[in-house]
């Protein structure tokens, strides 16, 4: 939600790769008029979405992905404030106690990893990073717990670099609005980040997932109250 972001410049960006319409997997190839309309129509439902997780700087941001794993956002939102406080920089968590740490991340579950990670994470950025988040994917992916769809969120949210983070709602929903027929995460990031500006995509990754949520879920989507009905090559399918 709230953050340190740098204005985004698509002319010094790390550019996550992005594929051509020769690069698309099959079934990824929309008219361009409805692509623009599905942006749009989500646009206009969700002129607010943003990221769940609370944040103030790119290692809270950092921190509250990796807890977010295998637990809603809401739940990471209860436990962050403590933990933000008592470790408020890497050399923090690298030198934290991790049976105390353990059990402020208790209501989380899967506390022991967890603290593990958070700690590991704290040693490799003092060590690599002078204690600092990187923006760059293959230096994120090198920290513990982090993968490429934690890699996104931070590069998104906190430092305001262009990418799709594909989760299971994304995933669905590129599927049903056919923006993608792509299988694995990486090839379903490259679909869409296809169509999508650059300025857009990490906004636009909210939307699906909100959507995704709220409306279009995975055992009953509310296709009569679908904003992109009109749109969508899955409705007769889901709605049978």
Same mark, same amino acid.
Request: hydrophobic share 40%.
């Given at each position: 939600?709230? &953050?340190? &972001? ?120 003092v ?18 717990g982090?993968?490429?769809?934690t890699a ?30 792509a ?21 636009f990754s909210?939307?699906?997932?909100l959507?995704?949520? &709220?409306?279009?879920?995975?055992r ?14 899955? &409705? ?5």
């Amino acid at each position: 939600m709230q &953050r340190d &972001r740098d204005s985004l410049n698509p002319d010094c960006v790390d550019r996550v790769d992005r594929a051509d319409g020769a690069d698309r997997a099959d079934g990824a190839d929309r008219a361009d008029g409805a692509v623009a309309a599905v942006r749009a129509a989500l646009a206009a439902e969700y002129p607010d979405a943003d990221c769940e997780l609370n944040f103030t700087t790119p290692l809270e941001l950092l921190v509250a992905t990796v807890l977010s794993a295998q637990c809603t956002d809401a739940r990471v939102n209860q436990v962050t404030p403590t933990l933000f406080a008592a470790y408020p920089s890497a050399p923090a968590y690298a030198a934290a106690d991790r049976a105390e740490l353990e059990e402020i991340l208790r209501p989380l579950g899967f506390q022991r990893a967890k603290s593990g990670h958070l700690i590991g994470i704290g040693e490799k950025l003092v060590a690599d990073f002078d204690g600092q988040v990187p923006r760059g994917i293959a230096e994120l992916t090198s920290l513990p717990g982090v993968g490429r769809k934690t890699a996104l969120v931070v590069r998104g949210n906190a430092f305001g670099l262009p990418g799709i983070t594909v989760d299971t709602h994304v995933t669905r929903l590129s599927h049903r609005l056919g923006l993608s027929a792509a299988k694995t995460p990486r090839a379903i990031e490259k679909d869409v980040a296809a169509l999508v500006p650059l300025e857009e995509q990490t906004v636009f990754s909210h939307r699906l997932i909100l959507h995704g949520r &709220r409306v279009c879920t995975a055992r009953k989507p509310q296709c009569g109250a679908c904003v992109l009905a009109q749109w969508c090559p899955s &409705r007769v399918k889901v709605e049978q």
